[in-house]
């Protein structure tokens, strides 16, 4: 609709709100306009436009586009002239033409207008400020009562934290509160809860966020090898070892927060020597006899009652008690339901941007998943949208059904039944007279459904009649195991 109304601006000598009444939806658009002809001059720019710069209308029509070179890191124009199409980039500029006002980010798209010879005549630009569209997409979700943290960059690619549930609305704050501590916290949670990232979270609202975040799995190593990951060793001091001598990880989170994941794992003598270094403040490489002090933040997790452990011996209860300074528990998916679809469309969302794939999940869909008690927690849910997307043909849509098996303990819980049409999914299959399947897709999806032919159609967003010709046409009977009879 933009490129439709600054068109009708070339049509205007008269820019007047009377004579043309569409510039005042241009006006009041959101994000900047601005109206080049061939040679970079400003034919037209919007109100918003005009904000940015502080620059009034009649001075921006006496301008170039590269009078600006200086405060932008990329003119989008000229991409547009050399490349001869449409062009989008991330912009870097500053809001004033002076050496010290911050940069700023946003979403340049230039579209050229071509004449009769196929020559450029003009350039639309569409500039959107990225921190303007960040803040009114969080206003948003808080409007709408969920919470959406953005990964840092010590995160995980895709796993941000979303809560709208009341109950990790509340852990999140307390989280908040205790960040800018240097106070030891113990997270409780069952597996895959999602214990690093919240984690993570604290260490990047913390007065160390500039550090490093250690992460240390104490599952991940023996016995023989966590003293010297841990604290490190000196040249020589066992067979095999670097000829340097190596750093600890304790030690490499200096000045920063180091993060004992699955810490009921440890052994019980290295619990030992994990609670002078917490007291002391010091470590004690392997094969040295010096002490280094290391300044750091503790945040330890476990998927066990470190309680029972105590009185069962295997965990020490002096080092329990220097843990149990700042105790959360993270509580497990299938008691925050709330969450569930937030979860399940975010990472969809995610998946299909990595995958440059357009898919969404019917409201049926939605509901299943919302009953499912995901045992796996916040790692299941981001498993199984990945599988889901991915698993889909690409022509579909909308995924109206869950294929058998993509949830790995949801045998005989999920609805399988042939769902009722939908109008997205009669729309979606309309589309296929024009676009068939292809012979790997329809193979892909009766094995996926095991050959149940209803299924199969459904999966596919097709009917089962022209499912039985597709099946026909590629041969498939020959080469399918699930196609030799009908289930």
């Excluded at 710069?53 to 009078?67: A, G, Q, S, T, W």
């Excluded at 500039?127 to 960040?134: K, N």
């Excluded at 609305?169 to 205790?178: P, Q």
């Excluded at 190596?246 to 994990?274: C, R, W």
């Amino acid at each position: 609709m933009v490129y439709s109304l600054v068109e009708e601006i070339l049509m205007r000598e008269d820019m007047t709100p009377h004579s043309f009444p569409y510039l005042e939806i241009l006006n009041n658009l959101d994000i900047g306009i601005a109206l080049f002809d061939a040679e970079g001059n400003y034919l037209f720019v919007n109100t918003e436009l005009v904000n940015w710069r502080n620059i009034p209308m009649l001075e921006f029509l006496k301008m170039n586009v590269h009078d600006f070179l200086n405060i932008l890191d990329v003119c989008v124009f000229d991409l547009v002239k050399k490349k001869n199409h449409r062009v989008s980039r991330l912009q870097y500029y500053k809001n004033k033409d002076h050496v010290d006002s911050k940069r700023r980010l946003r979403v340049v798209t230039g579209t050229p207008i071509f004449d009769e010879n196929g020559k450029i005549k003009y350039v639309i630009m569409a500039l959107q400020d990225v921190e303007s569209f960040e803040n009114l997409y969080q206003a948003l979700l808080r409007q709408n009562q969920i919470v959406s943290f953005g990964s840092g960059k010590e995160l995980v690619e895709g796993a941000d934290i979303v809560a709208k549930s009341s109950s990790f609305r509340a852990l999140l704050e307390v989280a908040d509160n205790v960040a800018s501590l240097d106070s030891t916290v113990l997270l409780y949670g069952e597996s895959g809860s999602g214990k690093e990232i919240l984690a993570n979270y604290i260490h990047q609202r913390s007065d160390r966020r500039e550090k490093p975040m250690i992460t240390v799995n104490c599952a991940a190593f023996s016995e023989n090898l966590i003293e010297s990951e841990l604290f490190g060793y000196e040249k020589g001091s066992f067979t095999g070892a670097n000829k340097e001598g190596k750093m600890g990880l304790v030690e490499a989170a200096d000045g920063g927060t180091l993060f004992l994941d699955e810490i009921n794992s440890l052994p019980l003598s290295i619990q030992g020597k994990i609670l002078r270094t917490l007291e002391e403040k010091s470590i004690q490489r392997v094969g040295s006899t010096k002490t280094k002090k290391v300044d750091f933040r503790l945040i330890a997790a476990t998927n066990r009652n470190l309680t029972e452990m105590v009185h069962d011996g295997t965990f020490r209860e002096d080092l329990y008690y220097r843990l149990q300074v700042i105790p959360l528990t993270i509580p497990p998916v299938r008691e925050r339901q709330e969450d569930i679809v937030p979860l399940c469309l975010h990472f969809l969302h995610h998946f299909c941007i990595k995958y440059n794939l357009q898919k969404n999940l019917s409201e049926q869909v939605l509901e299943t998943l919302k009953n499912y008690d995901w045992p796996g927690n916040v790692r299941e849910i981001r498993n199984f949208a990945e599988r889901i997307v991915v698993m889909t043909p690409k022509a579909v849509k909308e995924i109206n059904c869950i294929p058998p098996e993509i949830l790995e303990s949801h045998a005989g819980t999920l609805e399988r039944e042939a769902l009722p049409d939908t109008p997205t999914q009669i729309s979606v299959r309309r589309s296929y007279t024009n676009q068939s399947l292809t012979k790997d897709e329809v193979m892909h999806a009766l094995e996926v459904c095991r050959g149940h032919r209803e299924q199969t159609a459904q999966y596919l967003g097709i009917s089962k009649r022209k499912l039985q010709y597709m099946i026909k046409e590629y041969h498939l009977s020959e080469r399918c195991q699930y196609c030799e009879k009908e289930r």
